[in-house]
C-alpha cells in the first residue's frame, strides 16, 4: 500500500502566504514525476507545477513567479510554497506521484486534497 498525506492547506488573507506539504509513505522503492493541481468548485481539476522524472519543472502560467515546488527525496515529500496569493488561487489542492513499489509497476497515486481559501 501507498499513501499520499497532503498538510498546509487552510485560509489565507490576499497577499499572505501557505506552504502544502505531501508525504508519501508505504513499501516505496522510488518516487519519479510528482506535482500539484488543484480543483475549484465548479471547475475541472489543473495543473499547477510538475516535476517530471529528469526532466524540468513547469508551471501553469497564473502562478508563475509566486509558487514553488520542491522534493525531499530523502523524506519522500513534496511542497508547493505558494506565495502573493490571490481569492483566485482557492480551491482544493491535490499532490500526485509516480511511485514504484516492490514487486510492482509504476503507477500514479493521488493524496486526498486540501482546502485552500484565500480571502479577507
Known amino acids: 500500500?501507498?499513501?499520499l498525506v497532503e498538510s498546509g492547506g487552510g485560509l489565507v488573507?490576499?497577499?499572505g502566504s501557505l506552504r502544502l506539504s505531501c508525504a508519501a509513505s508505504g513499501s516505496i522503492s522510488?518516487?519519479?514525476?510528482?506535482g500539484w493541481y488543484r480543483q475549484a468548485p465548479g471547475k475541472q481539476r489543473e495543473l499547477v507545477a510538475f516535476i517530471p522524472s529528469g526532466g524540468i519543472t513547469n508551471y501553469v502560467d497564473?502562478?508563475?513567479?509566486?509558487?514553488t515546488i520542491s522534493r525531499d527525496?530523502?523524506?519522500n515529500t513534496v511542497y508547493l510554497q505558494m506565495n502573493s496569493l490571490k481569492p483566485e488561487d482557492t480551491a482544493v489542492y491535490?499532490?500526485?506521484?509516480?511511485?514504484?513499489?516492490?514487486g510492482f509497476p509504476t503507477r500514479g497515486y493521488w493524496g486526498?486534497?486540501?482546502?485552500?481559501t484565500v480571502s479577507s
Open 94 to 102: 491535490f499532490c500526485y506521484a509516480e511511485i514504484k513499489r516492490y
Open 62 to 67: 497564473s502562478v508563475k513567479g509566486r509558487f
Open 73 to 75: 527525496n530523502a523524506k
Open 112 to 116: 486526498q486534497g486540501t482546502q485552500v
Open 1 to 3: 500500500q501507498v499513501q
Open 30 to 34: 522510488s518516487i519519479n514525476a510528482v
Open 13 to 15: 488573507q490576499p497577499g
